[in-house]
């Protein structure tokens, strides 16, 4: 397969990620009901924390959400979001040196969480609310585009694909043209392929094994599966129980191109990596 290149620097805000080495993106979910910590770090203080820890552990962006995307979580309201959101992003600006990335769909977030220090966002949705895009665009911020059929509440419910890699492929290619269309810079976009979200244990697995194919669309990849329900269907494993099974995929992610791991178990992945680039680099 013909090796595509993609841009290695990201702009982000005021910060700059060189993906010419993998990242590593800590999860820090301000929602009570998230699948995996859900209610752990709602509070500043306990947010601010955790973040720094992942920050010292080595994770380089900090993914900041406010609305649990687990399958059947109900919707929150654009002001509870930016109310769980804001005062997390406004201190992690302030006191910590990393890039946050808002884990939203939602324009008024997106529009405010700029302005108060996020370098990045990351819509599960790829920028297909009302007024989205636009909103994605005027901040001039890096954005993740990731893969979904449906919304979170009903995205488990028997999804289909003749070929998931090339329907998956084509989705983002879309996605990716209507952003350039509507300003953002070819630069400051990343894509996903959206793991765990409508698709089967099936799905997963085969998209996983040829995600190498989705570098022709000549972008930078993010890759989260940290805990997923994947790995607990593939090796009959709860939630706490899955961080083998997602080193693993982490491994085979940088292996096959991945730019970012959004993960919980921040330094345990950032060792896998740091092991990877040092046998990489050996003669």
Sequence with gaps: MKSVQYPTRLPCGNRVLDLAQPHVMGILNVTPDSFSDGGRFNARDAALRHAAEMVSAGATLIDVGGESTRPGARPVSPTEELERVAPVVEILARELDVVI??????????????????????????LRRDGALDAAADTGLAVCLMHMLGE????????????????????????????????????????????????????????????????ELGRPLLVGVSRKSMIGQALGREVHQRLSGGLALAALAVAKGACILRVHDVAETVDAVRMIAAVQAAE
């Excluded at 008024?108 to 700029?114: C, D, L």
């Design 152 to 215: 979170p509440g009903n995205m488990q419910q028997d999804p289909q694909y003749q070929d998931v890699v090339r329907e998956v492929g084509e989705f983002l290619a879309e996605r990716t043209q209507a952003c350039l269309a509507a300003g953002v810079q070819g630069d400051r976009i990343i894509l996903d392929p959206g793991f765990g979200f409508a698709k089967t244990l099936a799905h997963n697995l085969s998209l996983f094994k040829h995600m190498e194919a989705l570098r």
């Design 101 to 126: 990335s808002l884990d939203t769909s939602t324009p008024a977030v997106m529009r405010e969480g700029a302005r108060l220090g996020a370098g990045l966002i990351n819509d599960v949705r790829a």
